[in-house]
């Protein structure tokens, strides 16, 4: 056990991290209003394994979990009802394509395979109704954004759509009378990304397309896009750390490649980030940004596929968490009844 770390800024200070990804903070006597603070300890578990984690919580053995297995959602509905909480939360789930290399390097390619995917069928039959469609890279939610800029092609009838992307294919050299498209699909594994990918590739097929999927732990597939060798397409996501536009649309600056996990890099889009950076005035700020989405939809560098909503399962003896967009529930506000 390691000691812990007391500082003077927190509720909580580390008194243990073991190699089994348990970590439990302990009640700092030094914070300010430490006498308020109800909790003794908050203890934390990586659990990966959403069907076991959910079994832990149905035997009271830890009181709330933030994710349910897909398969499962029925069943929870059914049975823990009161407990299963989901509410919008500010969180895009997108696959980035690699922009470095071809052919995902033309927009006709992305746009095609994007316009290709029921994002409805996703949100309904994939994630039971916990996801929302997705639209726009800004999730709609933030105060002083309005509503987020949309894919142009957004209301078009399905069908119409799929005929849109077997054109733009066969202009870029795929299809019938051309070339084969071959797309692989990397995930981190989870029952979740697996059955959104295998969904994704059936889409694909009536356009002629033929994918491969290939599955990492979280820690490898994060790790290989910090690493940004050459891919294909790649599972990604972003939680705002703050309720601002700018904390979703500067993954496509040229100058975040730490985080533009697409590569990304167009000088218009640059050019309007960063005048919204010095913008002063609100209304002008959020204009420029409102442009900028509608480059990075129109580019497509990331297929925006779904709008997170949290679902959490929470106990009924925890009281004091509140839902919020942001998902935070900090241990401060939180109390076990007995």
Same mark, same amino acid.
């Given at each position: ?30 914070? /300010? ?40 959602? *029925? ?17 895009? /789930? ?39 469609? *997705? ?204």
């Amino acid at each position: 056990m390691r000691p812990a770390h007391l500082v003077t800024n927190g509720p909580f200070v580390l008194k243990e991290f073991t190699p089994n990804d348990r970590l439990v903070l302990v009640k700092n006597p030094y914070y /300010y209003d430490a006498a308020r603070v109800e909790l003794d300890a908050e203890i934390f578990y990586s659990l990966e394994d959403r069907s076991a984690a959910l079994r832990r919580f149905m035997a009271g053995e830890i009181q709330s979990y933030d994710d349910v297995p897909v398969e499962q959602i *029925g069943f929870v509905r059914s049975h823990l009802d009161e407990a299963f909480k989901v509410t919008p939360n500010l969180g895009s /789930y997108f696959y980035a394509f690699d922009t470095r290399h071809k052919p995902f390097d033309d927009r006709r390619v992305r746009q095609a395979l994007s316009m290709a995917i029921d994002r409805e069928f996703l949100a309904e039959r994939i994630w039971g109704g916990t996801m929302d469609p *997705g639209y726009s890279f800004v999730p709609p939610g933030i105060e002083s954004y309005d509503a987020p800029a949309t894919v142009a092609w957004k209301d078009i009838d399905p069908y119409e759509r799929e005929d849109v992307s077997k054109r733009l294919l066969a202009e870029a050299g795929f299809g019938p009378e051309g070339q084969k498209l071959e797309v692989e699909i990397r995930f981190n594994n989870s029952e979740n990304h697996r059955a959104t990918a295998v969904a994704i590739a059936d889409m694909w097929k009536a356009l002629g397309v033929e994918t491969r999927l290939l599955a990492s732990d979280a820690t490898s597939h994060y790790a290989f896009l910090r690493e940004k060798p050459t891919f294909d397409l790649a599972r990604s996501g972003w939680f705002a750390d703050y309720p601002d536009a700018q904390n979703f649309l500067f993954l496509g600056q040229s100058d975040n490649q730490p985080l533009n996990a697409a590569s990304f890099t167009n000088k218009s889009y640059d050019r309007l980030m960063n005048e919204a950076q010095v913008e002063g005035l609100p209304e002008r700020r959020r204009a420029i940004l409102h442009e900028a989405e509608g480059l990075l939809l129109d580019e497509q560098p990331y297929l925006v596929l779904l709008t997170y909503r949290s679902r959490n399962l929470v106990s009924p003896k925890l009281k004091g968490f509140e839902a919020n967009v942001l998902d935070n529930h900090p241990g401060r506000y939180i109390s076990i009844s007995p």
